[in-house]
């Protein structure tokens, strides 16, 4: 996927550009001072909903278990098999 920066961002123009907007605004919003300073400011429900839909409703409907130990948490694979989040 090719790699765009921050000013280059935009949705709504075609799907490559959009998976690469989306790839980059991820990547912005990973980044340790904006995480702190963001999560500083959330109410504890609103970290609770965030975690509920990202989790439940991105994460478990796009990723496998396997990928999802590798790739997000970036642990050494996590079992033999892949299954899914659905559970």
């Not at 998976?19 to 980044?31: D, I, N, V």
């Not at 904006?34 to 965030?50: C, P």
């Not at 796009?62 to 659905?86: C, I, M, P, R, W």
């Amino acid at each position: 996927m090719k790699k765009i920066s921050p000013e280059q961002i935009c949705f709504g123009l075609n799907r490559e550009l959009d998976e690469q907007s989306f790839a980059c605004f991820l990547q912005l919003a990973g980044r340790a001072e904006f995480a702190e300073k963001l999560a500083s400011r959330m109410s504890s429900e609103e970290i609770s909903q965030f975690i509920s839909d990202f989790t439940k409703n991105i994460l478990k409907k796009h990723l496998s278990e396997n990928e999802y130990h590798t790739l997000f948490l970036q642990q050494k694979a996590h079992g033999s098999e892949v299954k899914d989040l659905k559970g």
